[in-house]
């Protein structure tokens, strides 16, 4: 039976959408994950939990909310039934109550981060019956969270929306001068409201450009000149350093069927979403 999936459900008027998994066949969910310019949520239906191993060590969750991370992590579960959710960076601002820079390197459990109203929004999840019902429960829940007051500066968007335009290749001192900030100013405030500084998003953007690439099964060599890497060697340390593997490595032939599932829904959710640069 393999496994059954759903998704991706845009969540209204939020930068967000939502996918759900189910381990039909029990074959066991085992995912190495590299870095993704987006916030995600997940939640394990079940009752075994997750196990996540990051930066912080080897831990069991019910559900976690990762960042923008810059370091591979790797989920495992015996069955797992899963909903996730993405959020862009800018919308995570408004929806988490916490600075993204606040979650840090690694995973940060669901019941730490929203407290009572995690444990309540996973028992409505797992009361439901189709994946539509727990769409809908996901989206009724993020959107109680939302607090429009509560957005970055109009200049720390801008610079995000180049980061994005340019596909992580735009210089940090021309970003600096578009908005008219100083780069020290522009760093903290960036990092504050994104969760990393504006050059740690703009190699995490073009690394998943690259992951593009190399999943269609383009030569590194290419992928590295038409991405603007300095040479392929440069291309791999940004591969070891996001996906804690090799460039030759990342062929979609030899993902996971649920590995090839994900990539299909979140691939380039945001980069689509990409916005003209100023001429």
């Not at 987006?38 to 996540?52: P, Y």
């Not at 992590?73 to 996730?84: F, G, P, T």
Request: hydrophobic content about 45%; some cysteine; proline content about 5%.
């Amino acid at each position: 039976m393999g496994w059954d999936f759903a998704g991706p459900a845009d969540a209204g008027p939020l930068d967000a959408a939502i996918i759900g998994y189910r381990d039909a066949s029990g074959a066991g969910l085992d995912l190495r994950v590299a870095g993704a310019a987006a916030i995600t949520v997940v939640i394990e239906l079940g009752d075994r939990g997750l196990i996540v191993d990051d930066a912080a060590g080897q831990r069991t969750l019910g559900g976690f909310v990762v960042g923008l991370p810059l370091e591979a992590m790797r989920i495992r579960s015996e069955r797992a039934e899963c909903v996730e959710v993405r959020l862009s960076p800018i919308q995570a601002y408004s929806l988490l109550g916490v600075s993204p820079t606040d979650l840090g390197r690694g995973v940060v459990a669901l019941e730490d981060l929203w407290g009572s109203r995690a444990r309540r929004l996973r028992e409505r999840l797992v009361s439901t019956r189709t994946w539509d019902e727990r769409f809908a429960v996901m989206k009724s829940f993020l959107a109680h969270l939302d607090r429009p007051m509560r957005t970055p500066d109009p200049e720390v968007l801008a610079c995000w929306n180049r980061i994005l335009a340019s596909g992580g290749r735009v210089k940090i001192g021309e970003l600096a001068e578009s908005v008219e900030w100083s780069r020290k100013r522009l760093w903290a405030r960036f990092e504050s409201q994104i969760g990393l500084t504006p050059k740690r998003a703009a190699m995490l953007v073009r690394f998943r450009y690259a992951v593009d690439g190399l999943l269609a099964g383009r030569p590194a060599a290419d992928v590295a000149v038409d991405c603007g890497y300095t040479d392929q060697a440069h291309l791999c340390r940004d591969v070891s350093l996001f996906a804690d593997r090799t460039p030759g490595s990342l062929r979609a032939d030899d993902l996971p069927t649920i590995a090839r599932h994900r990539y299909r829904a979140w691939g380039r959710f945001f980069q689509d979403r990409r916005v003209p640069l100023d001429r």
